[in-house]
DNA sequence: ATGGTTGATGAAACTGGTTACATGTGTCAA
DNA sequence: TTGACACATGTAACCAGTTTCATCAACCAT
């Protein structure tokens, strides 16, 4: 039963025809109920009801010069870790009545740059980004727009835009010294491609001059846990067994997990495991993977609050390091300490028929 | 080095005066290039620079009554499931130059119909959401804003909007097929919040009258890898243990696979484990999970499809079923199989120095 | 009765684009 | 030389709202 009247959206006009009052009266029942006269009020309403008057937001956003939404680029909805960025953000710009857009560049600045664009074109008040690297003609859409944009995941108070974010080579070097501290000496470090990600080679550079120096070898493999898989079984067929494996990410360090239990290798026993992102699955995993916690949900949050300032009082937001710390769960355990750990493979007790 | 002019945004007309050529022909320039000298062309495009003039979005849509961007509402973002979607239906979107919005409503009724009314203001041209339950004041607003609306997650071609998505039921009673099929009776079901998710209701509705008849204990926990695991705790200490595990979500079961592991319970040699979801990493997981796969992928994208369609023709899209399918991997096997089953628990051969 | 104030409403200008239509110029065939 | 026509450009109306300012009636104090 479809009604094929090719109805054209009543307007303010027709509204204001049909309850007898000015477009004036109309509008102000809108914005300022509390002026109309209470009858008044009461047949434009019932206008607007009889019409199926929703007003165009388009035509308010003309005026008001807000269309009350921002734009996020990221990577990929596929890791956990922007999920929760943007989860953490899209409720923190509720607050201040402004939605979010997501898009994503696949670790890709020509998409990126063409989805900023798009993003633009639409109407977005500001702009969330994520990493250093950006193509030349993304700087010169937000130069020429003069559009509010934060760049996220990482800190450096010199960039172009302000940033929110932490230390990604300090993280990486922080879960490198819980590593030596351990006694753990050859290490395998896991890491997502890092050509074209530069928080990765951000991670990597970080582990550079060490002290004490360790020994390190590295696996590069798709930032996934199938890819974590791949670098687990990798490292297994290695010349030199590590004793322990960084990985630089947590769904690596999952992938890692998986594999080495289903070639039987325990860890922390046999090898430590430490992870960076500390997503909230990870607190959860068997066994417990330890890993340098990276405050993305207060990130997120940082970023929507500095982008809402930015856009209302036209002020440039300060830069903001978040810090990031060392999670010691069951993962990792001293070198040559076997089955001293307090956690890992506890025997079964008395469950059980 | 902060510039303070309280610069008025230059428009259209700025431009055409700076380029000495009328409103018209700087619209054409952006519109149809083509039709415009190239002299010309050149002289508006050095205005358009100078002034870094980006036309306004309001002002377009006004004229063309196009937004170009759609909301979506789900739950939440941090169960990957929802991730998915909305990462398929991004990239789908995109190809019909259309915006993804973002809004979560937290599986509250209220949250959603604020939240929708929130994208309608902000003129969304259409809507996706999850699941049969809505407020009333949902239901009215998009009755009145006859705003193209596509429901995701289930199908039911009778319900008053189109539903794209899966047989809840089914998949649920495939997973518990499995099972019986492999023997089991007695049967832990965990799944999350039943009285806020419609979903977990109808997966759980499917569990009934099965032949042969289970019997069957649930378990109910919130829906995420810790609540998996303080299921896999709470099974165990149950009075009369089960033989299987069905999980009505790849998070929970996910959860209970390491909570099992944890207690030093062997997966499927003492207990058999089943997923709902089929989640990237459930294929990598150890053991790897077996699930019953639910298109979340294709679904989005034919959600996008279907509200793109939608929205350029005014057609109202058909409901659309996309059919489930039982993925077996590791997780489960037959009762009373002890050391049968090939991938779990293989001894480790040859590595290690 | 007069003037001042308040409250409710309307007329019209305005926002920043698009576009129908009009105008003016140059080229070419008759 | 003239008419036809294409091409480039301009004028002004238009989209659907908001907002300024004016108007007018009612009320109250003088």
């Known amino acids: 039963m479809q009604r094929n009247t090719p109805r054209k959206r009543a307007n303010l006009r027709d509204v204001a025809a049909s309850a007898g009052v000015s477009v004036a009266t109309v509008s102000r029942v809108m914005n300022a109920p509390e ?8 047949k434009v309403e019932e206008a607007m009801n009889s019409l199926h008057w929703v007003p165009s937001a388009a035509a308010r956003a003309i005026n008001s010069g807000r269309t009350r939404f921002v734009g996020a680029l990221v990577p990929t909805l596929d890791n956990a870790i922007f999920a929760r960025v943007l989860a ?4 923190r710009l509720a607050t201040h009545r402004l939605s979010l857009v997501v898009a994503t560049t696949d670790n890709d600045p020509v998409q990126e740059a063409e989805k900023a664009k798009g993003l633009v074109d639409i109407g977005a008040e500001g702009l969330m980004i994520s990493g250093v690297t950006h193509a030349p003609e993304f700087y010169s859409l ?5 559009l509010p944009t934060v760049s996220t995941s990482f800190y450096d108070p010199g960039y172009r835009l ?11 070097r922080t879960a490198l010294t819980h590593l030596t501290d351990l006694g753990h000496r050859r290490i395998a470090v896991v890491h997502g491609p890092s050509a074209s990600n530069d928080r990765t080679r951000a991670r990597i550079s970080g582990l550079e001059g060490h002290s004490p120096k360790p020994d390190l070898s590295f696996f590069e493999v798709q930032l996934s846990i199938a890819g974590g898989c791949e670098a687990g079984l990798a490292i297994l067929q290695a010349a030199d067994q590590p004793s322990a494996v960084l990985c630089l990410s947590d769904v690596l360090a999952s992938g890692v997990l998986f594999e080495l239990q289903r070639q ?15 997503l909230v699955g990870s607190a959860h995993l068997f066994p417990e993977l330890t890993t340098v916690h990276l405050p993305v949900s207060r990130m ?9 300032s930015w856009v209302e009082t036209q002020k440039i937001p300060e830069p903001s390091l978040l810090n990031s710390d060392l999670v010691v769960r069951a993962s990792t355990a001293r ?15 008395d469950f059980g028929k």
């Open 88 to 91: 953490s953000m899209e409720s």
């Open 335 to 349: 070198t040559g300490t076997i089955g001293g750990h307090p956690v890992a493979r506890r025997a079964r007790t």
């Open 264 to 278: 039987g290798v325990s860890v922390p026993h046999e090898k430590s495991v430490i992870g960076l992102d500390d």
């Open 35 to 42: 002026t109309v006269a209470k009858a008044t009020r009461k």
């Open 162 to 172: 302000p940033t929110i974010g932490y230390d990604n080579a300090a993280a990486a």
């Open 300 to 308: 997120g949050a940082a970023a929507a609050d500095a982008i809402a």
């Open 142 to 146: 937000i130069e020429r727009s003069q």
